[in-house]
């Protein structure tokens, strides 16, 4: 093919097969899909910047405020953790996945919300002083 290219040690015969959802047949002969290896190196990728926000002196919400400064990276090393579980998983059809994947979004929108709360208190707190 006049297309192929090679790169270190892995030859590309088509950029859309790395997107694609591969699948295998288990034991029972069902279907078992597995994530893209795009999405497990991003979810890998989502994981080390969850360390490293847990570990950084600086984040969205200081970690001295009660209750919402450790909120934060809990909220973010769950979600990460759940990212990488739901990529990494054999079979994507797996109930345990699914729920993974929902637990997960619903930890996203836990943080935005508890960042949002800390942001209007902390906003109101300014409001005041200056008043």
């Known amino acids: ?5 090679v790169y270190e040690d892995v030859e590309v015969h088509n950029v859309n ?3 694609q959802t591969s699948e295998r047949h288990d034991k029972g002969g069902e ?7 795009i999405w497990k190196a991003l979810s890998v ?23 919402f400064g450790w909120l934060d990276d809990v909220g973010f090393t769950i979600m990460a953790a759940l990212n ?3 990529h990494f998983s ?3 059809t797996a109930t345990f996945v699914r729920v993974a994947k929902y637990v997960k979004w619903m930890m996203v929108a836990f943080v935005v919300i ?5 942001s209007g208190l902390f906003v ?7 008043h």
């Open 114 to 118: 508890a960042a949002a709360a800390f």
């Open 90 to 92: 054999k079979d994507q």
């Open 17 to 19: 097969e790395m997107h």
């Open 31 to 37: 279907l078992q899909k597995e994530s893209p290896v």
């Open 124 to 130: 109101a707190i300014i409001a005041l002083i200056m």
């Open 45 to 67: 990728i989502i994981a080390m910047l969850a360390i490293v926000y847990d570990l950084a002196p600086v984040d969205a919400v200081p970690d001295f405020v009660p209750l």
């Open 84 to 86: 990488a579980y739901q």
């Open 1 to 5: 093919m006049a297309n192929d290219k």
